[in-house]
């Protein structure tokens, strides 16, 4: 006769974990049924292979949708892993129970779209994905956790059962427990299968009784069922009939699924990360099941050894205290050894000296871990996946969770092919690595952080619809991109791009549609957009020998129509328009003289000689165009003051002169401490203007200065109080100074310069 041993457990507990394994050694069962989907039944052996090592997680996805997609981690002190583990090495038959993938993905897709499950009994109606569950239904096990005076369920659970070592008795006790609160709970909130999550696990658990009926019926004896707590009261028999369960599942919608393993974190495993079965203290978990004996002196000695890397004094005769102190908590507390919190009080008291900052320390990296999983190479993956393992080996790039510097000499071929690879994962949006500065003028040095994330797994997985290499896939898709790029800036970014990541044949299709783009727009602010990536790409790309003539082609163009259509194109802007074509301007003028092409900046020249001479111009552009040719040498001092005069001049509405000025001198105050003509003109206008006049445009005259560096205005406070003008060659005269005079402006400059007197 058949007889059925529940334990109910925490998906990633060590004391779960340790009381399962010593349950299983004592039971020696038949077989063994493990919450977890049977669509991974083919890769289900590879747990007992030399190079797997948790954590790893199950990855089930749909191949021809693979966003379809869900994750099974598994620590080493995840009771599954521990009962698969006890399974392969006893010769004992495992299998999982859950309700497979292939239901449970084909009805998230449906669910969305108010799925109607088949009718039952008492039909289920709709399912809304909206509904939602009651509060204690979200958190069940906070009932006994205050019975038993704590204030979350965390806590209790890990001094109940985390904390015990290889207690074999436990598991009746949490099936008579999670019984008894299913029971009371479902009294005052029933069971809803119109909610989404209700009706799921109606469906999960009606699928394992279907899954024990068929055990018991091939003739196991002892069977061993391995599950969440909360499942266990429904796995105790008597079972419902077996056709309402049958009837409930029958009609479920089905996903082709394929299944694989893949490397994950405890970053991931924790609850920060919004893994739904998350755990606070990965790490921590961790060091309880690999610490048999003295775990506190064992933990806060590596407290120790990381506080000490980061150069905080942490001696042995402070561990001892530290140790000293958190068994005394323990104590105080009721507790029979001390947990985690009694550990990080005793370390902030005694190694941290009452610090928060070290503790911070502490949690990312002993409480959290940076602990990354590996799966053996005989892994099934998609094509996409191996073509990367295989750069990663010949460029000698291991991945990690923890971030770490990568600095690159592109005159170096290794090097080289680094970069490349890292713009390409880049391109198919896979950011592996990110650079922390753009490039500079030195053009052969990169500078990368890189860090893995499980995630990039399933991102390598979508990625293979384009290819089965990463410069297959890549090229594929940037040509898609370019084919459906909307204007000129995203075809020149992208470009960029992929000049970088050294793909001829994307560069191709990129420049023809670039050509294309270029000779039908009309919009000047796009070609101006299109210019500063593509002037980059002429200037610094020597050093990857990249062949540019055809991109020096495009710019000739570009450069060319833009000089011919700026001036209408600035006709009638309002202050906002004004604005951003101020932006573009510079952005242009950056990128013609980043070219250094004499055909370039004479036409360049010209144009901003004709918008300083539009007098229906918005005053910030003309502004900035006169302070362009003065600073280009295309203007003499004196020619800049004629026209800082005539743009200040009495005819001039007073807002556009304000206008003009910003333009003029936005960004750099040095021009009116060294050019006294323009500080006179400037000073005699701020003088003439009619005080309501001044009222109104003291806040656009503020930003202006606003501008300047700190010691630039400190220079200018200092000239106006000291009341002196100067007088060119001939130094200072005093004869022609009227104090008087002076003293009377004072306090107007000194306010729009943003000093008091």
Known sequence: MSTLHLFGIRHHGPGSARSLRQSLENLEPDLILVEGPPDAAGVIEQV???????????????????QQAVYYPFAVFSPEW???DYGFQHQVPVQWMDLPQTHQLALRQQLDQQYEPPEVEGDAGNVSPESSLPEIRQDPLFWLAQAAGFNDSERWWERMVEQRSETTDLFPAIVEAMSALRLEMEKDHPLDLNNNRDYREALRE???????????????????????????????????PAKQDAALLKGLPKLKVTSTWIPWTYERLADRSGYGAGIASPGWYHHLWTALDQPTVRWLTHVARLL????????????????????????????????LSELNEAAKTVLCFGEELPLQLIHERLIISDRMGQVPDDTPMVPLQVDLQR??????????VTPKELSLDLRKPNDLLRSQLLHRLNLLGIPWGRPTFSRGKGTFKEAWILEWQPEFEIALIEAGQWGNTIEAATTAYTCDLANNAANLPILTELLDQVLLADLPDAITQLMARLQAEAAVASDVVHLMSALPPLAQILRYRDVRQTDTEVVAHVVDGLVTRICIGLPG???????DAAAMMDKQIMATHSAINLLQNQDHQQMWWMVLKQLVNRESLHGLLSGRSCRLLLDGGQFEPSRAAQQLSLALSLATDPTQAAAWIEGFLKGSGLLLLHDQEIWQVLDQWVCELAPDTFVTLLPLLRRTFSTFPVAERRQMGERVTQGVVETGLQGWDSEVLDCDLAETVLPLVAKLLGFSL
């Not at 007992?48 to 693979?66: F, G, K, N, R, T």
Request: net charge positive.
């Open 308 to 339: 000490r890397q980061a150069d905080v004094d942490a001696s042995s005769a402070s561990v001892i205290e530290a140790v000293r102190l958190a068994n005394s908590l323990a104590a105080l507390r009721d507790c029979p050894t001390p947990g």
């Open 48 to 66: 007992v292979s030399p190079d797997m090592s948790p954590p790893v997680a199950i990855l089930i996805y749909a191949p021809e949708q693979p």
């Open 206 to 240: 009606a699928y394992m009784r279907q899954t024990i009926r068929k055990a018991k019926k091939a003739g196991y004896e002892k069977i061993a069922i391995v599950c969440g707590a909360w499942h266990t009261p429904a796995l105790v028999e008597p079972f419902p």
């Open 569 to 575: 194109a600035c006709a009638s802007l309002d202050d």
């Open 391 to 400: 750069w990663q080996k010949k460029l000698r790039l291991k991945p990690s």
């Open 82 to 84: 521990q009962a698969l």
